[in-house]
């Protein structure tokens, strides 16, 4: 068995470890958002996969039906995979002091942002919190996990993913007072490294998701309603910085950075701003699924015609497979494509058989007179 590997001490004897805290993104992974683990239906989205779908244990054949168009086969259920949790990365003592940091930050800060009501119109707020230290090495825990296990292709340099081991394993503790203690000793420590962190209001239906971004200047990743970036020098703060889909564009960076703080600041965006975030997100990786589709349809169109696919073929096959699928993601599927693919394939050739039938009538006229 591997050895943990935030100790490395003990034996990594614990399955199931969420990489990223279940109580964060549960509301935007589970089925109508229940609050017990096993309702999880989630989606994995990449150029790779295009869409890969995971459904927990508790989620009824028909439901998952419904979400795929069709049943599931024997094969299917066998081979999924829970996008969001690991197994063995962690010892059963980490994986404990991990948890006694999330309830504190579940009680003590989330539950607070996700009660927060804005002021009159407003449409951003920076709210301050003393828990600096707690907030920090949260937000470090959660950088950690992903990149230890590239997770959605987050990852950190090696310098990077062990300064922040380390601060985990100096400070975390099974005991929340030993823990603030450990904390309060390495403060000094724990807040020389500039983040930013911003908080997404939601209101109603929750179609949040989750996104890592594979830049490293910052480190971003947004989960859920919770958005970070974590830089390792402070002047790369003040360099162009990407725009998270509008969500840097919305904040005042230098008002919310912390570096060296002596209260902590989040920034807090009001739902309407929340929405034209994920619209940007969910273009972006449709257009980037879509785009690595139509590659692929081009190489099998070459290998069956022998010849470049017409741009007026392959913009067919593109609003043909978006239109199928327009209002379910879930669908952008390799099978999805592959379908879609053969149907554009089978009307090209019935339309060269046609023309060819059409220039022998042609022909066969022009020959009688």
């Known amino acids: 068995m591997p050895i943990c590997k935030l100790c490395s001490e003990r034996e990594a004897n614990q399955t199931g470890s969420h990489i990223l805290s279940w109580f964060l993104i549960r509301a935007s992974v589970n089925n109508k958002s229940k609050r017990r683990r096993h ?45 969001h949790t690991a197994d063995h990365i962690l010892c059963s003592v980490c994986e404990k002091k991990i948890g006694t940091l999330e309830s504190f930050i579940s009680k003590k800060i989330v539950d607070k942002l996700r009660a927060y009501k804005f002021k009159s119109n407003s449409q951003l707020e920076i709210l301050e919190f003393s828990e600096k230290e707690a907030i920090r090495l949260f937000i470090y825990s959660l950088a950690w996990r992903a990149s230890i296990v590239k997770y959605g292709h987050f990852e950190m340099d090696p310098a990077h993913e062990e300064r922040l081991r380390v601060m985990l394993n100096e400070t975390l503790a099974i005991e929340e007072a030993a823990m603030l203690e450990n904390a309060k000793r390495y403060s000094q420590k724990i807040c020389e490294i500039p983040l930013l962190i911003s908080f997404m209001e939601t209101i109603g239906e929750n179609n949040n998701s989750i996104y890592c971004f594979q830049n490293k200047r910052p480190y971003a990743l947004i989960a859920n309603d919770l958005t970070f970036q974590l830089f390792f020098r402070e002047r790369h703060t003040k360099k162009n910085q990407i725009s998270l889909f509008g969500i840097n564009d919305i904040i005042k960076r230098q008002k919310s950075l912390n570096f060296k703080e002596d209260s902590f600041k989040i920034s807090v965006l009001a739902d309407e701003k929340r929405k034209l975030v994920y619209k940007k997100l969910y273009a972006f990786i449709a257009k980037k699924i879509m785009e690595s589709a139509a590659s692929d349809f081009r190489i099998g169109f070459k290998r069956i015609f022998k010849k470049a696919a017409p741009s007026g073929i392959v913009n067919y096959f593109k609003h043909k497979a978006t239109i199928t699928a327009y209002d379910k993601v879930e669908l952008y599927s390799p099978e999805h494509f592959r379908n879609i693919a053969v149907d554009v394939m089978k009307e090209y050739l019935n339309l060269l058989n046609e023309n060819m039938l059409r220039q022998q009538a042609y022909f066969q006229r022009q020959w009688h007179h």
């Open 39 to 83: 309702n999880e239906v989630s989606f994995e989205l990449s150029t790779e996969t295009f869409m890969d779908t995971y459904f927990e244990i508790k989620i009824l054949p028909k439901e998952k039906k419904k979400i795929k168009g069709r049943p599931l086969s024997d094969e299917e259920i066998e081979a999924q995979k829970n996008h």
